[in-house]
């Protein structure tokens, strides 16, 4: 059974971090591209950063450049995202997602909740 399985979310003041994990179980995701998205109240989901399977290429959305950063560790299936200076507009529910390529999502995690207080 595939899962993706994300943690590292919380309740944080505007200006603080948060480092979230999402760890792959069920199968090999080493060639597969890895993403972080979220979804606000109200709001449709949206990509935050993307990954390609070799670490070598990554996106990011115009509002999160230069405050979060996409990684992964293929020896350990966990793709990570670090949020810095995190504002209120930031709150939502955060996804992780792999495919077979950038772009596309075959497997979506749960979602895990992160709350920036002004």
């Known amino acids: 059974q595939v899962q993706l399985a994300e943690s590292g979310g919380g309740l ?30 109200g709001k449709e989901r949206e990509v935050v950063a993307d990954i390609d399977w070799s670490g070598g290429s990554t996106y990011y959305a115009d509002s999160v450049k230069g405050r979060f950063t996409i990684s992964r560790d293929n020896a350990k299936s966990t793709v990570y995202l670090q949020m810095n200076s995190l504002k209120p507009e930031d ?28």
């Open 12 to 41: 944080v003041q505007a200006g603080g971090s948060l480092r979230l994990s999402c760890a792959a179980s069920g199968r090999t995701f080493s060639s597969y591209a890895r993403g972080w998205f979220r979804q606000a109240p």
């Open 91 to 118: 709150t939502a529910v955060y996804y992780c997602a792999a495919g077979r390529r950038v772009g596309m999502v075959d497997y979506w995690g749960q979602g895990t909740q992160v709350t920036v207080s002004s």
